[in-house]
């Protein structure tokens, strides 16, 4: 492979040349899309993270199909729609989880050597998974103090901060001897807050930090005085959108009240320099072991996160850019010229069917995502010009309980349909309006168009019979 060029590799026959590509891919839960210095941010400290968008690909138009944190995940794994995947939620989907065809599993199939590490989160089974030789894992949510792994399925307890843990764990799977290619999966439990998580979804914050989210001891002060950057929706009462102006017993209006603290966002922002520092340590050990530049990199996010739009914080879910944007960045020079900037839509499905193509091996034909090779090689004329979000509800969050939903989302428009809220639907012209402030529902003409591209895509991907 080493003389391959960009353009044969792209059409890499299913018998792979003798040095098949490894692949590591580094997920964080909750991370934003904005939240990366090469994104734009004003002071976030992430150079190891904007070192990948320097040296290959950063996709300005990532998404999640589902802005939740179990089915995004199975998303990642198996290419497919939660309603195809059978993870819809976050309550127990243990049993299900452990019959998932993922990439990892086919690569590890078609002899690589795998590692799962950290944060499976489908369910609180914490076992390890067929397909991976190597599994660090904890139940649910984890601890972000001195956790508890499961270490090929023995019980350990450790010692530390489970951001740098994970990194180490990682470094020790990198730093083996080895004769095949491998597969390192890690998924970070930052950024998300320290919770116990129960079987029915149900969760407990810990206390100890504001929002729950706990950096490492080293970063407590980092950023401290500097206001982070809001969005002209911050703290906007949501009018126009009626779902979010139902009164529910117990909680206040949506509006300033119900924002995101600065100290929170600060304190998410520490916790992923704890990532991009562990980041840095997996890039050195590449360099180290001179498999770096034979190594596809992904760097991404499970789905965002609110920082106070339309007043909203923890609650996720929604079909709003806030949660359904995701970083995405690749490093694999052979294939990724430096500074590519790419805008067309990646979704979360089309993980699966990228590393299947780069690595060789023939996709399971009921895959829903693309493979992302070709759009290395230039602009293709047939990519998708609109993609499905669905959500299917849960019973976390009282404000947004009921509020499933189906939606599509195009370069101009996007139009959320409620399952259960009749009358309730939304309608926003992305171009006039990219804050989603306006609902345009009354647009009979545009709503009409909208109405019948979701039906085509809930077609097209079996959701709709």
């Known amino acids: 492979m080493p003389n391959l060029t960009r353009r044969s590799l792209l059409t890499l026959p299913l018998a792979a040349a003798t040095q098949r590509p490894n692949i590591i891919f580094v997920l964080v839960d909750d991370l934003r899309w904005d939240e990366l210095g090469c994104a734009g941010h004003p002071f976030a400290s992430t150079p190891h993270a904007d070192r990948l968008a320097r040296e290959g690909a950063l996709f300005t138009n990532a998404f999640a199909v589902a802005p939740l944190c179990s089915p995004s995940r199975a998303s990642f794994l198996t290419g497919l729609y939660p309603h195809s995947s059978g993870i819809t939620d976050n309550t127990g989907r243990a049993a299900r989880s452990h019959q998932l065809v993922t990439w990892p599993r086919l690569l590890h199939d078609s002899g690589y050597e795998s590692a799962f590490l950290g944060k499976w989160h489908m369910g609180n089974d914490d076992s390890p998974r067929p397909g991976f030789d190597h599994w660090v894992s904890f139940r649910g949510q984890g601890e972000c103090i001195d956790p508890d792994l499961n270490i090929n399925g023995k019980e350990v307890s450790s010692r530390g901060y489970i951001t740098d843990i994970l990194t180490g764990h990682a470094v020790n799977f990198l730093e083996r001897p080895r004769q095949k290619p491998f597969c390192l999966y890690l998924a970070h439990k930052a950024v998300h ?196 979000i669905e959500y299917f509800s849960d019973t976390v969050f009282p404000r947004i309980r009921g509020m499933g939903y189906k939606a599509v989302r195009t370069d101009r428009w996007k139009y959320i349909r409620y399952n259960e809220l009749k009358g309730m639907d939304e309608l926003y012209d992305l171009r006039s309006d990219p804050y989603e402030t306006v609902n345009r529902v009354a647009d009979s003409k545009a709503r009409a168009l909208l109405q019948d591209r979701l039906d085509q895509l809930l077609r097209e991907t079996g959701a709709q019979k």
């Open 193 to 388: 807050p320290n919770i116990t998580q129960r079987d029915d979804g149900s969760t407990t914050a810990s206390p100890s930090a504001v929002g729950g989210f706990i950096p490492a001891s080293r970063h407590r002060t980092l950023y401290a005085g500097l206001k982070p950057p809001r969005r002209p929706s911050f703290g906007k009462p949501p009018h126009g959108k009626p779902a979010l102006e139902r009164l529910i017993d117990g909680l206040p209006p949506l509006g300033p009240a119900t924002a995101t603290p600065d100290e929170a966002i600060r304190n998410r922002m520490r916790m992923m320099k704890a990532v991009d520092e562990g980041l840095g340590r997996i890039l050195q050990t590449l360099e180290k072991t001179t498999a770096l530049d034979n190594t596809l990199v992904v760097f991404t996010s499970d789905h965002g996160y609110f920082y106070g739009e339309h007043g909203l914080d923890a609650e996720r879910r929604l079909a709003y850019e806030e949660t359904i944007r995701i970083p995405l960045l690749m490093r694999y020079p052979r294939l990724i010229p430096p500074h590519t900037r790419i805008g067309r839509f990646a979704l979360t499905v089309d993980m699966a069917p990228t590393a299947l193509a780069l690595a060789g091996v023939s996709p399971p034909a009921n895959l829903q995502g693309r493979s992302l090779l070709p759009l290395f090689q230039g602009n293709p004329a047939d990519w998708r010009d609109a993609f499905l």
